[in-house]
């Protein structure tokens, strides 16, 4: 099962518009199709899907690391779960950005699972400790703080390698730099937790990258930005991963 995952940010968006502008009808059922609105669309949007486009599963873009409590402003995994939320997404480069640290990360990584919800771990270098050929040593420190200490997991986790350089930046990863990273975390992560999982790719994908991104091996999907905005443009690349 490949994935491809709507990240539309703090975004505003006609959600029965983007519905209708989004054709379904030529994806294939071997892709996961999950979009991440902002919080307050998540439960219209939900409602839509059950009526309309089944196929499509929602994410949130964030959670707590709590699951109730004092804890002002937070949106728990169970509060998402219970307006149908089946994915969420942890450990952005924005959210890092914002303060988010790796006990932080793991924490949530821990909440997704204990409230049923598929995690997406962003991971990725940035474009100092890429250009210093630091790229390995950032994937092991964010996989063995992020990720390694939790055991016996099932594979219903998805990895999104996302060069944060890339990120809405137009800027596009070789093929062969994608290749060496993508055997390198699932190395890792067989090696660590003896399990396998999805790793999809993130960073300015759009219909026409997605073409070359797609003949990567061991990527199995993309994390979509601001290409998701457009549902024309969303559907192309969903078809780029059925070749």
């Known amino acids: 099962m490949k994935h491809l995952i709507a990240n539309w940010k703090m975004n505003f ?22 979009i991440c609105p902002n ?50 997404i942890v450990g952005h480069s924005e959210s890092r950005l914002q303060g988010e640290d790796d006990e932080t990360i793991l924490n949530k990584l821990q909440t997704a699972f204990h409230c049923d919800l598929i995690p997406i771990l962003c991971i990725g270098e940035d474009q100092h400790e890429y250009s210093k050929g630091r790229t390995e040593k950032k994937i092991k420190h964010q996989l063995t703080e992020n990720l390694f200490p939790l055991q016996n997991l099932s594979n219903n ?3 999104a390698y996302e060069p944060i350089y890339a990120i809405g930046s137009g800027i596009a990863v070789q093929n062969e730099h994608l290749e060496e990273v993508s ?12 399990t396998d999982f999805t790793l999809i790719y993130g960073g300015s994908v759009n219909s026409e990258s997605a073409k070359n991104l797609a003949k990567v091996d061991g990527i199995d999907g993309f994390l979509v930005g601001n290409a998701s905005l457009d549902p024309k443009e969303f559907a192309n690349i969903a078809l780029s991963l059925e070749q």
């Open 13 to 34: 968006v006609n959600l029965d518009a983007w519905l209708k502008d989004f054709d379904l009808n030529n994806i294939s059922e071997e892709i996961q199709v999950v």
């Open 39 to 88: 919080y307050l669309d998540i439960k219209d949007f939900y409602k839509t899907t059950l009526k309309t486009h089944q196929q499509i599963s929602i994410g949130a873009q964030n959670l707590s690391s709590e699951t109730e409590g004092a804890f002002t402003c937070q949106i728990s995994g169970k509060m998402l779960k219970n307006i149908g939320v089946s994915y969420s």
């Open 183 to 194: 055997l390198l975390i699932k190395d890792l992560v067989r090696e660590n937790l003896g």
């Open 157 to 159: 986790i998805l990895i």
